[in-house]
């Protein structure tokens, strides 16, 4: 919570669980300022530079290594990044209250995860936001 995490040649945060039947329930990635910093060519393959990424691994076959549960990304401000978040978890996650000033996209659902991305802002608190 409350950090400044730019240019790094990773996302800004980056939460994998690799392990067989690792369970990374119920964390909080809140009020921080991630900018500039880049792709995941590991295990989930970012499309580019992303500001978060929640990855519950993969073993090739599109089963999950690993369920993250009870994810709440809210509060941070996501800027110069080709995807404001990344979810590659098959769990349910939340994502609010975000503000995402110059990503081509919101919100990368790249596992087919409900995701609530409801409530987010694109550049301002007046606008809206898109997510695939």
Do not use: Q
Not at 103 to 116: Q, T, Y
């Amino acid at each position: 919570m409350n950090n400044t995490l730019t240019d790094n040649g990773l996302p800004g945060v980056a939460m994998h669980a690799h392990s067989p039947g690792a369970n990374l329930a119920d964390n909080m990635i809140a009020g921080n300022y991630i900018s500039g910093n880049g792709a995941d060519t590991e295990d989930t393959a970012t499309p580019g530079p992303a500001g978060i990424n929640v990855s519950g691994g993969d073993n090739g076959s599109g089963n999950p290594l690993a369920f993250i549960t009870g994810t709440v990304i809210a509060g941070n401000v996501i800027e110069k990044e080709t995807d404001g978040i990344v979810v590659k978890t098959k769990a349910l996650g939340w994502a609010h209250l975000n503000n995402f000033i110059n990503p081509v996209i919101g919100v990368d659902n790249l596992d087919g995860a409900s995701v609530d991305a409801r409530l987010n802002w694109w550049g301002c608190a007046g606008g809206s936001t898109a997510s695939r």
